[in-house]
């Protein structure tokens, strides 16, 4: 609902604050008042374009905000009309409510033209403020930009109508879990394309690794070996000189082993040594033992040497040819081998993909079908009410069709599905008899476009989610009688929704659960704007102006009186 209007350095308005309430509110006003100035501001904060001077003199900005009070507000995020909108957006909002659980939706023109949008006080795009208040808010009037004239508006109302809400879901499922499919199969296919491009180089990078026949940590293991055998005469001095100091140690140990023997004769302090001159023993004839095996493994061999060598400058070539380690060499030889594979076979992925492309595309058909079947049914019995409608509304010559094709590609006839199915619907209208029937934009009027979408609204006021309805001068050039009929459909709409309606028709005014009077005061340097909200008695005496202008007898107040019992009974 919205709670509030904020404006501020607005044309010739420093500050104007306006209160709402549920139900259905009626802004009347003399011609010049300023009605059309607080519905074009509100036009503003859904995207329209600044088209003139609105900050006021002296100001470098001004603002325009609403607050909506959102308690009983279900978000539904089926049917956005902006697909680059991301849904998480909204719920982010709705998630991160203040506690009064509000949403303020507030926009900022500067000197220089430049616009700032914010929901809450954070910084949004203009897409995701007209996306996210239009569920909220709609404006209708004779120069307000409609809707209705898209096609997947006329879709979303007739699958409101149809309760279609359950299925679309279902769609939209098998619909995102199709292009998500797609995508990973065109990822693949896509590099099955570039590997065919170069499948000869790979084959050849292939063949030549293939005949690359080491192991991961072998040029580490050769280098060592090689360091080995090339140092092998080097290697057998050293040992040697080992050998030999280790001997006199060796010696050394012995004795002074059988030393401290003699002297346990007759001394036991030094016991605790045993152990560590005995283990000294033994390393030292461990280390001897080891060296003389050493020694005799130790053999020139000028071929192996050779070997090795060659296997080292094989293994260091083809790392500077590749620019990898001997590891990532391995790898990519293993890459190789999958990669030649895929080229010439489907991958177990790329196979599985396919069979459940082909059962998803099954039951988005299936469910696509479904819908297109619901769809026809309930189409013909919406054209009915909303005819009624028309009737009613003094438009029994206009005569609505809603026509429902299948979207195809023109060359292959293949269905073209979405989120929605695979259906369009164009609602077509005829305003004569003997006219065609043709889309709404190319033969309806401002003031015709307003009382239809008053007809769809009436028709689905228990299916819109949108909660508040703004009817600008929709009732210009009508009958009092028809005035009537449209102030009672518009009282049955605010049962469900919060209902604005601008109007110079008394018949129509009567029925507000509040009436706000705009009136405009001028003095010789100001003009300002000021909304009363109407008592019981300034309601019968603005319906009596309405009826009368300037000259409000008793006699004009006993039929605005009238006029609002009549409103009151229905």
Do not use: W
């Amino acid at each position: 609902m919205l709670n509030c209007l904020k404006l501020k350095n607005y044309i010739f308005i420093d500050d104007l604050e306006i209160d709402f309430s549920e139900g259905l509110t009626i802004l009347t006003g003399e011609t010049g008042s300023g009605k059309s100035i607080l519905v074009d501001a509100i036009s503003l904060l859904l995207g329209e374009k600044v088209e003139k001077q609105i900050i006021k003199k002296d100001a470098d900005f001004c603002e325009i905000s609403v607050i909506f009070d959102i308690k009983a507000r279900l978000f539904d995020t089926q049917n956005f009309e902006n697909e680059s909108i991301d849904k998480e957006i909204f719920e982010e909002f709705l998630t991160n409510l203040n506690e009064e659980k509000t949403l303020i939706f507030t926009r900022r023109i500067l000197k220089n033209n430049k616009n700032k949008f914010y929901i809450n006080g954070k910084f949004v795009i203009l897409n995701v403020m007209k996306e996210i208040l239009s569920r909220f808010l709609e404006i209708h009037g004779q120069n307000s930009n409609q809707k209705i004239f898209s096609n997947s508006i006329q879709l979303n109302i007739l699958d409101r109508f149809s309760n279609n809400q359950k299925i679309l879901k279902e769609i939209e499922k098998f619909y995102n879990l199709k292009n998500q499919i797609e995508k990973k199969l065109s990822d693949i296919l896509e590099e099955k394309k570039v590997l065919k491009e170069k499948k000869d180089f790979l084959k050849f990078q292939a063949d030549e690794l293939s005949k690359f026949n080491f192991k991961k940590g072998e040029d580490e293991e050769l280098e060592i070996e090689y360091k080995k055998l090339s140092n092998i005469d080097l290697i057998g001095q050293i040992l040697n000189n080992i050998s030999e100091k280790s001997a006199i140690i060796s010696q050394n140990i012995f004795n002074l082993a059988k030393n401290f023997e003699e002297l346990k004769k007759y001394n036991n302090d030094y016991l605790e040594f045993d152990n560590e001159i005995n283990s000294s023993m033994d390393m030292f004839n461990e280390l001897e033992n080891r060296i003389n095996s050493s020694k005799n493994l130790l053999e020139s061999s000028p071929y192996r040497l050779d070997e090795i060598a060659a296997k080292l400058d094989k293994i260091s070539k083809m790392k500077k040819k590749y620019h990898l380690r001997l590891d990532e060499l391995l790898e990519y030889k293993s890459k190789l081998e999958t990669d030649l594979k895929k080229i010439d076979y489907d991958s177990d992925e790329e196979i599985e993909l396919k069979d459940e492309l082909i059962e998803i595309n099954k039951k988005l058909d299936e469910k696509s079908q479904e819908i297109h079947k619901i769809r026809f049914e309930n189409a013909k019995n919406l054209e009915i009410l909303i005819n009624k409608n028309f009737e009613e509304l003094d438009m029994e010559k206009v005569q609505l069709k809603i026509e429902i094709t299948k979207n195809q590609n023109f060359s292959t006839n293949d269905l073209i599905f979405s989120k929605t199915g695979f259906d369009k619907v164009n609602f077509l209208i005829k305003t004569n008899p003997g006219q065609d029937f043709a889309e709404l934009k190319n033969i309806i009027s401002g003031g015709e476009l307003s009382r239809i979408m008053l007809a769809i609204k009436y028709v689905l006021s228990n299916f819109d989610k949108t909660t508040t309805l703004i009817f600008d001068e929709i009732d210009t050039g009508i009958s009092g009688k028809t005035a009537f009929i449209i102030g009672k459909k518009m009282k049955n709409i605010a049962m469900s929704h919060q209902v604005f309606c601008i109007t110079h028709q008394p018949q129509v005014a009567v029925f507000g659960d509040n009436n706000k009077l705009i009136k405009k005061e001028i003095s010789a340097n100001d003009i300002k704007i000021k909304v009363e909200n109407l008592s019981k008695t300034g309601k019968i005496k603005e319906i009596a102006r309405m009826l009368g202008g300037l000259n409000i007898t008793e006699k004009v107040i006993e039929n605005a009186k009238e006029l609002i019992e009549s409103a009151e009974k229905i």
